[in-house]
Each structure stands twice: as C-alpha cells, then as structure tokens.
T-cell receptor, first 116, second 113 residues
C-alpha cells in the first residue's frame, strides 16, 4: 500500500523568504502522480502543483516549484518570495497512474504560517 | 462554472439523527469522491463513483451511504449519526482520464453531539 509522510507538522517563515516543505512517499509503482494541495483557512482544497513521475523535469508554477527525487521517493515543495496569502495547510498527495478510480492518498499536512 | 458545490456549510446533529450532505458539480466530470478530514489530519476517502450508477467504498465507508443517479450529483447519507462522524466533509470530482487533478468543494462541517 502507498503511504505519504509529511514530517513537518508546522512551520513559520517571514514574508518574502523562501520555504521548503518536505514530503516522502512509499510505493512499488513506477508510474504515478504527485500533488501539493493548499488548504487556506477557508478550508477549500486548492491544487498548487502536480508532478508526473515519468517526467524528470521538476514542475513549477510561478513561485511554487518542486524538487522531485524519484529514487529517494522525495517530493518537496519550495515557495519563493512567500506572501501572507500563502498561509495555509499544505498537503502532499499521491496517485497511481492509469488507476481506474483516480484515488488519491494524502499526507497529514504541514501548517505553514507566513509572518509579516 | 460554479465548480463543485456542497450544502450545507455547517450542521449540528444529535446522536442517532440522519442527514444527507449534498454535492453537485457542473464540469461534467465522471468521477466524484467524498472525503472526511478530522482535526489535524489529512483527507480520508469515504466513497467514490466512476460514473452514474456506479459507486464503491473508500478507506472509511462505515456509517455512510452514497448514490449516483446523475453525473452531476453525489449525495452522502449518514443514517445514524455518531460523535465519531464529527468532521469536515469534502466532495471532489475529476475527469477520470488519469490526469489526476481533483477539484474540491468548499466543505461541510458536521458536528454530532
């Protein structure tokens, strides 16, 4: 069975700093997707970034980028020039590729505080 | 598009009461999901559906039922509410083409007393 581990329950950084959130996962699959979802205080789940395991290039979305280390089964999220609006829970998630049911497995989350 | 909508936003139930959490999506997604999120935890899958008329259990289905009579709607039914069902419930949908991205509703906060 697949598992997703986020080892940092909570983090705080100053506005404009760069912060990295860690995620490791365990799977015997070779093809899969990895995600970072953001959950602000409004509780809405918002997709931040997605990575296909078969792609060697790390995904980026504006200020958000990932460091995907497939052999190490590591998938960290880097937020550059952090903003107050980045304050949220961040969930790392895993999904098998070509999985009929598209089930996603979530980590327990990292609560990120951006301080003014 | 409204995306995924959920009603109600918040509800208090007494032990043993029943209720239905509503979920509707207007993106013509085949796949829909129900998750629960307990305090300080990630999301756990309750039930999912890969199309109208097809549903299947997720990781934590006990105490819940679902139906999928249309592509748009995927209600979640609690028959005999228990305090352990106090949680935030999220509905999500996806194209189901293995692109992976799920779109979430705003959540329903349920308190069982």
């Amino acid at each position: 069975a697949q598992t997703v581990t986020q080892s940092q329950p909570e983090m705080s950084v100053q506005e404009a700093e760069t912060v990295t959130l860690s995620c490791t996962y365990d799977t015997s699959e070779s093809n899969y997707y990895l995600f970072w979802y953001k959950q602000p205080p409004s509780r809405q789940m918002i997709l931040v970034i997605r990575q296909e395991a078969y792609k060697q290039q790390n995904a980026t979305e504006n200020r958000f980028s990932v460091n995907f280390q497939k052999a190490a089964k590591s998938f960290s999220l880097k937020i550059s020039d952090s903003q107050l609006g980045d304050t949220a829970m961040y969930f790392c998630a895993f999904m098998k590729l070509m999985n009929r049911d598209d089930k996603i497995i979530f980590g327990k989350g990292t609560r990120l505080h951006i301080l003014p | 598009n409204a995306g995924v909508t959920q009603t109600p936003k918040f509800r208090i139930l007494k032990i043993g009461q029943s209720m239905t959490l509503q979920c509707t999506q207007d993106m013509n997604h085949n796949y829909m999901y129900w998750y629960r999120q307990d305090p300080g935890m990630g999301l756990k899958l309750i039930y999912y559906s890969v199309g109208a008329g097809i549903t299947d259990k997720g990781e934590v289905p006990n105490g819940y039922n679902v139906s999928r009579s249309t592509t748009e709607d995927f209600p979640l039914r609690l028959e005999l509410a228990a305090p352990s069902q106090t949680s935030v419930y999220f509905c999500a949908s996806s194209y189901g083409d293995s692109a992976g991205t799920q779109y979430f509703g705003p959540g329903t906060r349920l308190l069982v007393l």
